[in-house]
């Protein structure tokens, strides 16, 4: 079990589902209790324990158990995991047949794989076999010793196997791994093993509302405990996601400092972790900007690199109720890609497709401050983070690259799409144009100011390249040699329209699309302009290779 990051009231969340999900301990100990009440009852009665052995029952009401169990959990891999070791083991012995832990292991990963090929996609499969095999290799490196005292130090062998072994595969997963997972695991998982989750089963045999008091203050004291916890300062390592290739080294790495004593240096394999934590990507240059436009969907959301500075333009959409683009995107990408702290984010306007994912981004990322053209009144006004309006001709400079805000203008009225921010980036290889959902209106105003304001390299096209924007006048003006449109796939809208695209490409621009493309990464630096489409270099057999 980790935790997740402690920032705001959503990694307290996060942090909690981990803590009561469904764990092997809970399969074993429910398959235990019913194994052993079903061998007591059998063996109770003479003819049918003549029929057949009660030690075979108490094995065939243990697999049954675990099975319904794991069933009503959800089939998670890691109860599927526990479940069919469980059930090879007990099959082992209905044979009279012997079966090595790690024998029973390798046939519940091939059982796995046969049921469902696609676990090898889900984090829990490799924390989950992973972390079995690391105690399987610490148990044979160090056999158990007995007697009063030495389960401590059991158990600390056991937790260090866990963390060391897991630890890369969190860092390339999830860009995290907690610091008091020891201490948590040490009182959350008993505590919830082996007396919540009992009573609560207990509760719904015996419908006593003591039992259900007791288990529920139980948990309001441990999650109490819990939130504290992940609270702490020090509670999380966060740092960039590594290669592959380092996770890799490193997984190999805890391998061989497990394996068993005789073997000489195997501290040697716990270096390779130094370069691991100290992993960061490498960042732009002075006054260059490296450039990201989410795929977020019908929506935008891009990501502005400088030197040492971050921009977010706009926070995509919300799915629904209970996500959206700024929890299940962006705030992902930014901790991915090294990104600790905004120091600016722009909302361009009170559309849900630009600013649906703020109140995520906001509740759970720091951000310095924040530029919007969202009214006094707005919920997301409310935020305690330092906020001013958009106006044009506000600048400023970050390592050596311009930020100017080109609209709305103080005098300037209209609908939620006309008063969008627009923002100008100047680097040493081009400008940058990020225009909202502004319309012709907006742009004739932007045009009357002087179209020399709005000459960019790069356009990332107004309102998604719909037929309501991106006038004649205003294409020409911007005289992009790029232009990147953001769109859902197969939008109800049909963005980007056709003649927009044309206009655009006749103009002299190359054409993006986050639909076809996915993410698109745009460097600009001293050697010249670099593009990278995600769907293209991650390639994937259910993408068209001929987008």
């Known amino acids: 079990m980790q935790l997740c990051t402690p920032d705001g009231q959503q990694g307290k969340l996060c942090f909690a589902r981990h803590v009561i999900s469904i764990s092997g301990l809970h399969v074993t100990l429910i398959a235990a209790l019913l194994a052993w009440a079903a061998g007591g009852i059998w063996r109770r009665v003479p003819r049918l324990a003549l029929r057949l052995p009660a030690q075979k029952v108490a094995l065939l009401a243990g697999v049954l158990a675990a099975a319904g169990y794991v069933l009503l959990a959800g089939s998670g891999v890691p109860a599927q995991r526990t479940l069919y070791m469980l059930a090879v083991a007990a099959l082992a012995l209905w044979l009279e047949r012997g079966a090595g832990a790690t024998r029973v292991m390798a046939l519940a990963l091939l059982v796995v794989l046969l049921i469902d090929p696609w676990a090898v996609l889900a984090a829990g499969f490799w924390l989950s076999f992973g972390a079995v095999g690391a105690l399987l290799l610490m148990a044979n490196a160090v ?35 907690s610091l008091v997972s020891p201490l948590v695991n040490a009182i959350a998982i008993p505590l919830i093993s082996i007396v919540i989750t009992p009573l609560a089963l207990l509760f719904a045999l015996l419908p006593l509302p003591s039992l259900a008091e007791f288990a529920n203050w139980l948990l309001g004291w441990l999650m109490g405990f819990l939130h504290w916890m992940a609270q702490l300062p020090l509670a999380v390592w966060q740092q960039a996601a590594p290669p592959f290739w380092l996770v890799a080294v490193c997984c190999v790495a805890a391998l ?11 501290w040697i394999g716990l270096l390779s972790f130094l370069p691991l934590l100290a992993w960061t990507p490498l960042r732009p240059g002075a006054g260059e900007v490296q450039l990201t436009v989410l795929d977020v969907g019908q929506g935008l959301a891009v990501h502005v690199r400088t030197a040492g500075h971050d921009l977010l333009f706009d926070t995509g959409p919300q799915y629904s109720p209970e996500t959206d683009a700024g929890e299940r995107i962006v705030i992902p990408y930014l901790r991915a890609v090294g990104t600790p702290r905004l120091d600016r984010l722009v909302v361009s306007h009170d559309d849900n497709d630009h600013a649906g994912g703020a109140d995520s981004l906001l509740a759970e990322y720091p951000v310095a401050s924040w530029r919007s053209s969202l009214p006094d009144m707005h919920a997301l006004r409310m935020f305690p983070v330092p906020h001013q309006p958009c106006r044009r001709g506000e600048r400023w400079e970050w390592d050596g690259v311009g930020f100017e805000l080109l609209h709305p203008f103080d005098d300037f009225s209209g609908s939620d799409n006309e008063i969008s921010c627009v923002l100008r980036i100047e680097t040493v290889a081009g400008a940058i144009l990020l225009t909202g959902d502004i319309e012709q209106r907006a742009e004739a105003a932007l045009l009357a100011q002087g179209p020399g304001k709005l000459q960019a390299t790069l356009v990332v096209a107004p309102h998604h390249g719909s037929r309501s924007s991106s006038t004649p006048d205003f294409v020409a003006a911007t005289g992009a040699r790029s232009v990147v449109f953001t769109a859902g796939y197969r939008n109800r809208f049909h963005h980007p329209a056709q003649e927009i695209v044309a206009r655009y490409v006749h103009g002299g621009a190359s054409p993006y699309r986050s639909d076809q493309d996915g993410a698109i990464v745009f460097s600009f630096g001293v050697a010249g302009i670099a593009v990278r489409r995600e769907r293209s270099v991650q390639q994937r057999y259910w993408h068209d290779r001929t987008d």
């Open 143 to 177: 056999p158990e010793q007995a007697g009063v005292g030495h389960w401590l130090l059991n158990w600390l062998r056991a937790q260090w196997a866990v963390t060391l072994f897991t630890l890369p595969m969190l860092l390339g997963l999830f860009q995290q791994f």
């Open 256 to 266: 061989w400092a497990f394996l068993p004593r005789g073997v000489p240096a195997r």
